[in-house]
């Protein structure tokens, strides 16, 4: 859980309480708070913000843009304001936010508002960890909502760099197979070929599969990124497929896009979940550094919340190494189904740092996984009043944990 205190949490701190009620929260809000997100009233979309979004969009994708792609980067503008305003940018490590509606309008998306949007974005946390956080708690909020057999489709477009080298070879190859193209799509060509990838008509959708595809222009840097990110989905036995038409928003998107479909029940086009990293935003709006970002929405059934209550945590999980971050994703999901939160910062690597936030969160345990517990199966667990600890197996560490 990152260490931005609700106004609620703040409160209670200030009175000492020793295990204060955190608040009633729904089941997606329970499920985002276990995995270290924080919960937030969603900024509204300004005038202003709309401005900036137009003022920042390169100039040939202005007019091309489909409403809700355009609305997307608004929404982007918006957050990375709520960021400054909120003065997240001086925390000590990344930001986890849960917003409990969509700040783009209900109705963006004409439905008839039987559905609600649920939002995680993670901002300020650049390795492929977050990928993997930010997936594995919109799939546990969607189960919770009662949807199963759901499936993970992803794709790198890598940075600005591969999109433009993918762009003229997208291109070229449109005009080179001009002839498999329908008229309509035989036009758009000379003013976007991105549109005629989009195409659903049969005959363009036909030729789709030989289109060049992303993956082979990403630089070394970003196909190790995305590799972390499979590695992480396949330690969690998490299904994915690599779908090359996901290319995210041009606007934007950078790194991964993923979404999550329901296999048996999802109509065809209309995933559960969108997700996308973005980066570059932050520096064409003026801000001195750029702010690594990725966010999902959600859509759930608009049914009567769940109120659920909600204990803060005493407890601050602290991981090093490659294999311990694996790990904690499981080890999370392990006390979030036995009713124990705890705070984490999975996204640092450095153990001081993380040692350092664990000091001045005053949380009474602090549990500490290595590389030789994460190979053990075991994490360490420190009284941070007396300095003792113990090697607790992650089996027994419910049951010990509870004892506390």
């Known amino acids: 859980m990152s ?5 609620t949490e703040r409160k209670m701190s200030a009175r000492g309480t020793k295990e204060a009620r955190y608040k009633y929260v729904n089941a997606p809000a329970e499920v985002a708070l276990y995995y270290g997100f924080s919960l937030f009233h969603h900024p509204n979309i300004s005038r202003d913000d709309f401005k900036k979004a137009r003022a920042i969009t390169d100039p040939d994708l202005r007019d091309k843009a489909g409403a809700a792609q355009c609305l997307c980067l608004e929404e982007k503008v918006a957050l990375l304001r709520f960021w400054t305003e909120q003065k997240l940018e001086n925390a000590n490590a990344p930001a986890f936010l849960y917003f409990d509606s969509s700040i783009l309008p209900e109705n963006h998306n004409g439905k008839s508002g039987k559905e609600k949007a649920v939002a995680l974005e993670i901002l300020g946390a650049s390795g492929s960890i ?71 008509d049969e005959k363009c959708r036909n030729g789709k599969n030989n289109a060049p595809k992303t993956l082979n222009f990403l630089s070394e840097s970003a196909r190790h990124h995305f590799k972390g990110v499979l590695e992480y989905l396949e330690f969690l036995e998490i299904p994915y497929e690599i779908d090359h038409g996901l290319l995210g928003s041009r606007g934007f998107s950078s790194q991964t896009v993923f979404e999550i479909h329901n296999m048996e029940t999802a109509p065809k086009g209309e995933p559960l979940a969108t997700g996308s990293r973005y980066a570059g935003i932050a520096k064409k709006l003026g801000m001195r550094h750029d702010v690594p970002g990725i966010g999902v929405t959600i859509r759930l059934p608009k049914n009567s919340p769940r109120r659920i209550k909600f204990f803060k945590p005493k407890i601050y999980f602290v991981q090093l190494g490659f294999e311990a971050k694996l ?14 939160p705890l705070y ?23 549990i500490i996984m290595g590389q030789k517990e994460a190979i053990e199966d075991t994490v360490i667990v420190r009284d941070m009043a007396t300095r003792s600890q113990e090697t607790v197996k992650i089996s027994d560490l419910p049951k010990y944990l509870k004892k506390l």
């Open 327 to 340: 790990k904690s994703l499981k080890l999370i999901e392990l006390l979030r189904k036995e009713k124990i």
């Open 344 to 366: 984490q910062a999975l996204s640092r690597d450095r153990l001081g740092a993380q040692l350092s936030v664990a000091e001045t969160a005053h949380l009474p345990y602090t």
């Open 3 to 7: 260490l931005i205190a609700t106004k």
């Open 130 to 200: 977050a990928e993997a956080l930010l997936i594995k708690t919109t799939l546990e909020i969607l189960k919770e909502a009662g949807e199963s057999n759901l499936s993970v489709h992803l794709n790198s477009v890598g940075d600005r760099d591969t999109m433009g080298r993918f762009s003229r070879e997208l291109s070229a190859f449109y005009r080179k197979n001009i002839e498999e193209l329908s008229p309509h799509c035989r036009g758009l060509l000379k003013k976007d070929p991105f549109a005629v990838f989009y195409c659903r």
